[in-house]
Structure formats: structure tokens, C-alpha cells
């Protein structure tokens, strides 16, 4: 395909995109637990605007914080909810609010989802390296036992002094569901440094086209491996952090938007982050749509979101290993 009609493709497929991301936003403003259409109420009105903003944000992070740990990892399987990321940020700040309660401090819950995720990546990064070269299959497993631990660890938290009323729900917290307790204030910090952790990833969208190269050839271009690598793992530990803050851990986003964007417009990183950022945002919107409409048909509570993004991400997740399977990944 000519780089002229390969352009105009990949414009044609991030304007669709968005387009579809704007009607699916409409339409959230219309659709509500208690009734559908638009709302009178001017307090139930701004409840839905409020979750259609936290949607956006935790699905534009959760998925450009996929394609960071895809660069970084060189591991098209790589998100942070199956490299324990997600679960570790909540360790973080489930950790972080029980020491202040014990102690009577005052302490920033959204730093301890940053120190737990960071902690996780390390860990992962570290013990799935031999000789130096990340073993991708060792990579998978290592993610997922660590998510496991991280989520077992939640739950012992839960049941130490001090934690009553720390989640009202757990088990529905662990599986994605927005925080509507979360204040004006913390949104627009953690969307605020999602903005610029997205912008930071396509300031540096070219050196991580490079970087998908040998490390021969892509210092041979002037790029330098280890602050690159450095970045994106700051850059994708923060935006995972940030959307646990808001909606707890969220699986597969991360790897199902990248997935078919990377399908549809091709594997360079610009548009893929911006493709990637609205699609994520669609998927959480169309989930939360999805929990709102069950509520007011089923008259029960909220779906967590999760539910919806991990039974469709866990047949995406095994579809795209599938052919992957009895060799080496």
C-alpha cells in the first residue's frame, strides 16, 4: 500500500473511531439506571457526565498503558491487568489507607496505587529476564501469579484491624467498578496526569517504533534503549495507577484495544495510542452503558464493570494466543 493511501486509511479508521466514541458518549448521557433519556434533574444529569468522564479516562489509560508495556516488553500479550499492574496498584492503596488509619495520618491513597504498580512491574521485569533477554512465556506467567498474590493480598487486607468500611465490597471492587465516591478533586489530578502520560507516549511514539527493533539496530538510529525503556515504565505504571484509583482493576482493556487497532491501522505507535485511547474509552462506556441498562431492567445493582472486559477479553486473550500455543510466544 502507497504511504499516501496507507495515510489516508489510517485517518479514515481514527475518525471513525472517534466518531463512534462520540455517539457512544451521547448516548451515556441518555441511558441511567434509574430511567432512560435525557435526565431533568440537573444532579442526576451531572452523575452521568461525572461516570462518562471516569469511563474515558480509565479506558484511554488502561489501553495506552497496554501499548507502553507492549513496546517496552516487546510482547504483544503484555497489559497491565495480566502483568499484575492493575492489582498491584490496588495492594498499593489498600495498603497505604490501612497504615494511615492505624497511625491516624493523613496519607494520598493514589501514591500508593503509583508505588504498588511500579513495585509489581519491577518485579516482573526482573524475574522474567535470562541472561539479560525477557523470556516472553516466563513474562505471561510471572504477570498472572503475581496478579493472583496481589489479589489474594487484597482480600487479607480487607480482613485486618482497622479495615471496616475500607471497601464496602471488595470482591465487586476487584473486578472493575467505578468509585463514584471519588472527589472532584482526585479525577481531575488523575486526568490530569493521564493526559500527560499520554502525551508523553506520542512525544516518544517514533523511538518506540524503533525500539520494537534489535537493540543493534535501534541504537545504530540513536535511540537510547534504557531511558526509553525507563519512561514507558514509569509512563504505564502511572496511567495503571490512575485508572485503578478511579475504577479498581480492570482486566484485558489493555490488551484487547491495541489488539484491533494495531489490526486495523498497523503497528506504528502514534496512531496507534490515539486509536487505542478512544477505543479504550468506547469499550469502559459501552460496559458502563451495559451495568446501567441491567440495574434498570433487572432492578439489581451495578454490574461491575470488569465483568463485561474480562469474559470478553479472556476469549480475545485466548484467540490471539491460539495460534501461539506449543511454541515458543
Known amino acids: 500500500m502507497k504511504t499516501s493511501s496507507l495515510y489516508r486509511h ?36 451531572d452523575y452521568r457526565l461525572f461516570r ?37 496498584a490496588g495492594v498499593g492503596i489498600m495498603g497505604l489507607t490501612l497504615i494511615g488509619r492505624t497511625f491516624d495520618l493523613t496519607l494520598g ?42 489479589g489474594g ?14 471497601w464496602e465490597n471488595v470482591a ?8 463514584e465516591g471519588v472527589s472532584p478533586t482526585v479525577f481531575m489530578g488523575v486526568a490530569l496526569l493521564s493526559g500527560v502520560g499520554i502525551s508523553l507516549l506520542l512525544v516518544l511514539g517514533r523511538a518506540m517504533d524503533v525500539a520494537t527493533l534489535s537493540d543493534d ?9 534504557k531511558t526509553l525503556r525507563a519512561l ?33 491501522i498497523g503497528p506504528r505507535h502514534r496512531p496507534l495510542l490515539i486509536g ?13 452503558m451495559l451495568s446501567a441498562s441491567l440495574k434498570l431492567v433487572l432492578d439489581r445493582g451495578l454490574m461491575p464493570l470488569g465483568v463485561f472486559t474480562a469474559i470478553l477479553g479472556g476469549i480475545s486473550f485466548l484467540w490471539i494466543l491460539r495460534p501461539k500455543l506449543g511454541r515458543e510466544i
Open 109 to 150: 491513597a493514589h501514591y500508593g496505587a503509583m508505588i504498588g504498580a511500579a513495585l509489581t512491574l519491577t518485579i516482573v521485569f526482573m524475574a522474567s529476564r535470562r541472561q539479560g533477554v525477557i523470556d516472553p512465556l516466563g513474562l505471561l506467567l510471572i504477570g498472572v501469579v503475581l496478579s493472583t498474590i496481589n
Open 217 to 225: 539496530e535501534a541504537q545504530s538510529v540513536g535511540v537510547n534503549l
Open 232 to 264: 514507558l515504565f514509569i509512563i504505564a505504571s502511572i496511567l495503571a495507577a490512575g485508572a485503578v484509583i478511579l475504577a479498581g482493576p480492570i482486566a484485558f482493556v489493555g490488551l484487547i484495544c491495541p489488539h484491533i487497532v494495531r489490526m486495523l
Open 276 to 288: 487505542a485511547a478512544a477505543m479504550g474509552a468506547a469499550l469502559i462506556i459501552v460496559a458502563d
Open 10 to 45: 489510517r485517518s479514515a479508521v481514527l475518525i471513525a473511531i472517534f466518531i463512534a466514541l462520540i455517539i457512544l458518549a451521547a448516548v451515556r448521557v441518555l441511558v441511567g439506571s434509574t430511567s432512560w433519556g435525557w435526565p431533568q434533574d440537573i444532579r442526576v444529569r
Open 153 to 166: 493480598i487484597i482480600l487479607l487486607l480487607n480482613y485486618l484491624p482497622h479495615s471496616e468500611g475500607l
Open 52 to 88: 462518562l468522564g471516569i469511563a474515558c479516562v480509565v479506558g484511554a489509560s488502561l489501553a495506552t498503558s497496554g501499548v507502553a508495556l507492549q513496546a517496552l516488553l516487546r510482547n504483544a500479550l503484555a497489559e497491565p491487568f495480566i502483568l499484575g499492574l492493575s492489582t498491584g
Open 172 to 179: 465487586k471492587w476487584m473486578v472493575g467498578y467505578i468509585q
